[in-house]
């Protein structure tokens, strides 16, 4: 497929709400009973759940509509998700391409992967930063909504569509996680469409949806870790020798920091060939991410916010530092520094 021209400047990109009946129109009218619609995504809980209700909108409009993914899922939540709600999707190959003849584009814009600037859309719905865009006949982007989700719920509304209850647990998800649970940027909207789902989802899927973020091989990481544990005063440590990531240190800090009268917890390891340390605290009365910075700012990445921070530390800076290499002596350099700041 060509690549795209770059539009003029000032396309118009958001349909003001009192127009989304109409700019419901101008999609349904896009679209043919012959069409073999693609909708494709880079797979996460919002653009997976903005997918799909973009399919419930297409019902019985189209010939046939498929949402593709553009890399596999790997998050354990978000397998989670498409496991329990059954939601089929196809992992995308360049030669995929040819059984359909209309591509949608939701939760992303074309500048974002190569593999999106390869097609030609007729659509995109997205909430991200506007990026320089080819022509495409149907955009939507609102880049002040927390998530595509809720913009796919309005759609919704003004179609008189009530979502079905996998549905509805999928884009409240998909809304919950883009604004991290509102306390990351929302707006009222977001709120409305919350509200307006809630009621609809299926309560204890969503629960498990949530929560599963551990596999099976992550237990071992949690006994090594409770057992090389240090504590002091309110403050744990642990030290890992091997990790198969630094998510797994970033789950461990978390639930290390669920201890009644612990007020911090330092989880580090080695993680392809850089010491990593993950800081969690109440946040009430020290800056987590200033500590770590004091600490570990003079060899490495070093920063975070008030409850959460990381330091990413390559082993050869530390050569002088810490000179036995062992997990012992990394254990120690990290208490030690933690203790001075
Ligand atoms: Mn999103």
Redesign the pocket.
């Known amino acids: 497929m060509a690549p795209n021209k770059p539009s003029s400047a000032g396309c118009p990109t958001s349909p003001k709400p009192r127009s989304r009946k109409e700019a419901l129109q101008r999609l349904y009218g896009l679209v043919h009973s012959k069409d073999r619609v693609l909708i494709t995504i880079d797979p996460?809980p919002?653009?997976i759940a903005a997918a799909f209700a973009v399919k419930r909108l297409l019902w019985h409009r189209v010939h046939s509509c498929t949402v593709g993914i553009i890399r596999p899922i790997r998050r354990l939540n978000n397998l989670t998700m498409v496991r329990l709600l059954k939601l089929p999707l196809v992992l995308l190959k360049e030669k995929n391409l040819e059984e359909f003849n209309r591509f949608f584009l939701v939760?992303g814009q074309p500048a974002h992967n190569p593999f999106f600037q390869k097609i030609s859309y007729s659509l995109v719905i997205d909430?991200?930063p506007v990026t320089a865009l080819p022509e495409i006949p149907f955009l939507d982007i609102r880049p002040d909504y927390g998530?595509?989700s809720t913009i796919l719920t309005e759609y919704l509304i003004a179609a008189k569509i009530k979502p079905s209850r996998t549905l509805a647990t999928a884009l409240i998800y998909?809304i919950k996680t883009?604004t991290r649970n509102f306390e990351r940027q929302s707006r009222e909207e977001d709120v409305r469409a919350f509200h307006y789902l809630y009621d609809k989802v299926y309560q204890g899927t969503l629960r498990k949806i949530e929560i599963s973020d551990l596999s099976l091989k992550d237990l071992t990481y949690f006994c090594e870790a409770i057992k090389n544990k240090t504590v002091v005063k309110d403050r744990i440590y642990t030290h890992l020798p091997q990790v198969p990531s630094a998510d797994t240190l970033v789950i461990l800090a978390d639930f290390l920091l669920k201890v009644h009268d612990i007020s911090w917890s330092i989880v580090s390891s080695v993680v392809d060939n850089a010491l990593v340390v993950i800081v969690r605290n109440d946040g009430y009365r020290k800056n987590a991410g200033r500590s770590v910075q004091n600490a570990f700012g003079a060899w490495g990445s070093a920063g975070g916010h008030r409850a959460a921070a990381r330091a990413e530390i390559p082993l050869e800076c530390l050569e002088t530092v810490v000179k036995t290499k062992t997990p012992l002596a990394y254990a120690r350099f990290v208490r030690q520094r933690l203790r001075a700041s």
């Open positions: 996460d919002d653009s939760d909430h991200h998530a595509t998909g883009d």
